[in-house]
């Protein structure tokens, strides 16, 4: 089944380290997105990717880096820069270019910062 | 600068009513989609229903269906015959830039 994977699912820091957040397509989609969530604020776009070894900051970009080596893959780091990193996270991808087709979303990984 | 608004954060209704969500956005962009997504208590977003500016017709995907108003930028869901399964938050997002709104909270009553 072609879907998007999330891991973990949970994660738990301690403040000061660096985590990195796994997120894996097998839909061929081009472009893939990271969305930060928190309560009463709906989903923030954090970094996007619409095509492989490039990649543009979203709207809460700082404290996070993001790579984009494989089409397949999409990594989210959240450095120690981030000043409060806990929250929920999705991925997700879609067809580059194609405004009428929706994103399809991961599970999601919700991250605790101790 | 692009934006979605959803502005009741919460709603509830009983099992088999009607219920409408509000959504309105802003954009300088002529052609653009609008879609609801539905966020269940497992927290798997999943597309509801999608509507393309250049259509003048509703869409309807069974008990769902918008009423879309381009020149007003409004965009609500209407849900039919509510069931208890539709218990979730509920996201307009526009498609040009990825944006979605800070979602409602949707409670269906038994």
């Known amino acids: 089944d072609g879907g998007i994977t999330q891991s973990p699912k949970y994660l738990f820091r301690k403040e000061g380290q660096n985590v990195t957040l796994s997120c894996e397509q097998n839909?061929?989609?081009?472009?893939m997105y990271w969305y930060r969530q928190d309560p009463g604020q709906g989903l923030r776009l954090i970094y996007y990717?619409?095509?492989?070894?490039?990649?543009q900051k979203g709207d809460i970009a700082e404290g996070y880096s993001v790579s984009r080596e494989k089409k397949e893959s999409f990594p989210l780091t959240v450095t120690s820069a981030q000043k409060n990193p806990t929250a929920f996270y999705l991925c997700?991808?879609?067809?580059?270019?194609?405004?009428?087709?929706?994103?399809?979303f991961g599970p999601g990984t919700r991250l605790t910062v101790l | 600068a692009q934006t979605v608004t959803q502005s009741q954060p919460e709603m509830s209704v009983q099992e088999a009513e009607t219920v409408t969500l509000s959504c309105t956005y802003d954009?300088?962009?002529?052609?653009?989609?609008l879609f609801w997504y539905k966020q269940p208590p497992s927290r798997q977003m999943i597309l509801v229903i999608r509507?393309?500016?250049?259509?003048?017709q509703n869409a309807t995907e069974n008990r769902f269906s918008v009423n879309f108003q381009k020149a007003a930028k409004s965009f609500s869901l209407k849900i039919s015959d509510s069931q208890l399964g539709d218990t979730a938050m509920y996201f307009c997002?526009?498609?040009?830039?990825?944006?979605f709104g800070a979602g409602t909270r949707l409670t269906v009553k038994p």
């Open positions: 997700a991808s879609s067809i580059r270019g194609v405004r009428r087709v929706e994103q399809f």
């Open positions: 839909l061929n989609h081009d472009a």
């Open positions: 990717s619409q095509i492989v070894n490039d990649f």
């Open positions: 954009t300088s962009e002529s052609n653009y989609y």
């Open positions: 509507q393309e500016a250049y259509k003048q």
């Open positions: 997002a526009l498609s040009n830039d990825m944006r």
